[in-house]
T-cell receptor, first 112, second 116 residues
Framework: GENVEQHPSTLSVQEGDSAVIKCTYS??????FPWYKQELGKRPQLIID?????GEKKDQRIAVTLNKTAKHFSLHITETQPEDSAVYFC???????????FGSGTRLQVQP | NAGVTQTPKFQVLKTGQSMTLQCAQD?????MSWYRQDPGMGLRLIHY???????DQGEVPNGYNVSRSTTEDFPLRLLSAAPSQTSVYFC???????????????FGQGTRLTVV
């Protein structure tokens, strides 16, 4: 089955800096890659997703890049703010598989 | 529109007890799933359903049962609770566009379960 690895497990940045979280996946048939943000004690919520027919997607300060050849995708957060502090999860899935395989999560701490 | 609703939010069980975690969604989503979240391990899939009457196992199904008698409800049953089942449980739902093409998964607020 699919295996998703996520790095780093913790990341501390200064407010205003950029943060990058990387994930690799094992199943070359995977074609849907969402990113979820989970604040302390809350439910995971989708922040951005990308499909395999595009290489990059942006939404304001957040962007995701996908390299299908290398089977990895990354989350980029620019101009970080304290409210970006949370745990971020990458995930992967493919057409016909209704559930997601998640990475182990990255705890991002943005220092004011 | 409540989204995905889970009950209870907190539960303490004794080893060997059974219980049912409830999950309901009002978005008419076809797909529903249960995950458990443990520190450092992300979210792991327990069971999922692609529609009423259809369920399947995920990565960690042992010790859990599910059923899907309606589109809205997807309860998770712990048959005989064990300390290893201490975790936070999340229910999620989503729909697909076309033939099984995935879209956003919406999560419930979670159930924090402790087995002593």
């Amino acid at each position: 089955g699919e295996n998703v690895e996520q790095h780093p497990s913790t990341l501390s940045v200064q407010e205003g800096d950029s943060a990058v979280i990387k994930c690799t996946y094992s199943d070359s048939a995977s074609n849907y890659f969402p990113w979820y943000k989970q604040e302390l004690g809350k439910r995971p919520q989708l922040i951005i997703d990308i499909r395999s027919n595009v290489g990059e997607k942006k939404d304001q300060r957040i962007a995701v890049t996908l390299n299908k050849t290398a089977k990895h995708f990354s989350l980029h957060i620019t101009e970080t703010q304290p409210e970006d502090s949370a745990v971020y999860f990458c995930a992967a899935s493919k057409t016909g598989r209704r559930a997601l395989t998640f990475g182990s999560g990255t705890r991002l701490q943005v220092q004011p | 529109n409540a989204g995905v609703t889970q009950t209870p939010k907190f539960q303490v069980l004794k080893t060997g007890q059974s219980m049912t975690l409830q999950c309901a969604q009002d978005m008419n989503h076809e797909y529903m799933s249960w995950y458990r979240q443990d520190p450092g391990m992300g979210l792991r899939l327990i069971h999922y359903s692609v529609g009423a009457g259809i369920t399947d196992q995920g990565e960690v199904p042992n010790g859990y049962n599910v059923s899907r008698s309606t589109t809205e409800d997807f309860p998770l049953r712990l048959l005989s609770a064990a300390p290893s089942q201490t975790s936070v449980y999340f229910c999620a739902s989503s729909y697909s566009i076309g033939a099984g093409v995935n879209t956003e998964a919406f999560f419930g607020q979670g159930t924090r379960l402790t087995v002593v």
